[in-house]
């Protein structure tokens, strides 16, 4: 007798059906809604810059072969986090990652702020067989990308789109992406020759030079090139 007032609620299905939807509606109203006017969380950090055109390539690859699957890009405000990875990710850092590329697994490391943590060798070779710098590392081997030739076609249109969306490129950026782009390829290429690696031409203009210049973005967004 003592919980008979929500019998009414329960004993009809299609009614409870309603209800439910309705209080879960309500929740995601309350928790999606607000979002769209706080505009501080849109505000970039000051002194930042959109991705260059290289970088932004290498982004695409990092999309495109899953390494978000395994890789977080978010330090959470947890001692235990900022201790191994650093300070902990603020929103004014994802502003210019479109999707964000947060990810929800770490099978590998955060990769939040590994910009700078090794020499583009180090990427170079661990990108080429992981197992080179830790043996019992999981992560699969890219070889593959070191000899395919990084696809510039769209990469204009790629900042153009980008502009449109709000990301503050300039008209000269976007007119010189592919320059600007085989420029910053060149320095990566050269940083890793430096180091005493040999790279064919292929290798030199291939997509793991491009995946390397955005990895070193990470984390340093508010930094010069
Ligand atoms: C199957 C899971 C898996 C995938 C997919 C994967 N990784 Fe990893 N990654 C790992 C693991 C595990 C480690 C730690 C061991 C090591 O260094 O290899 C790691 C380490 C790394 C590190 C070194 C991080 C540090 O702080 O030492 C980088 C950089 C990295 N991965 C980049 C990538 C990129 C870029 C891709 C996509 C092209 C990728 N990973 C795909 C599992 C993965």
Known sequence: MAF????????????????TALAIAIGGI???????????????????????????????????????TCHSQQIRPLKSETDRYGGYSLAGESVYDRPFLFGSRRTGPDLARVGGKYPDSWHWIHFDDPRRIEPRSNM???????????????????????????????ELEIENAVADAEAQMAAVAASIRKDGLTLD?????????????????????????
Do not use: N
Not at 9 to 18: K, Q
């Open 30 to 68: 309350v928790l999606l809604i607000p979002p769209f006017f706080m505009q501080g969380t849109a505000e970039p950090l000051p002194g930042m810059r959109p991705y260059s055109a290289l970088e932004q390539e290498g982004r695409d690859l990092y999309l495109s072969e899953g390494c978000s």
């Open 140 to 170: 699969p081997d890219f070889a593959f990308m070191a000899r395919r030739p990084l696809d510039l076609s769209l990469t204009s249109r790629r900042l153009e789109v980008l502009k449109f969306l709000g990301h503050p490129y300039s």
């Open 4 to 19: 008979d007032w929500h019998r009414p609620l329960e004993s009809d299905s299609l009614r409870l059906t309603l209800w």
């Open 201 to 225: 031409e292929t290798a030199a203009r291939s997509e793991t030079i491009a995946l390397i210049a955005y990895l070193q973005r990470l984390g340093k967004m508010t930094e010069e090139r």
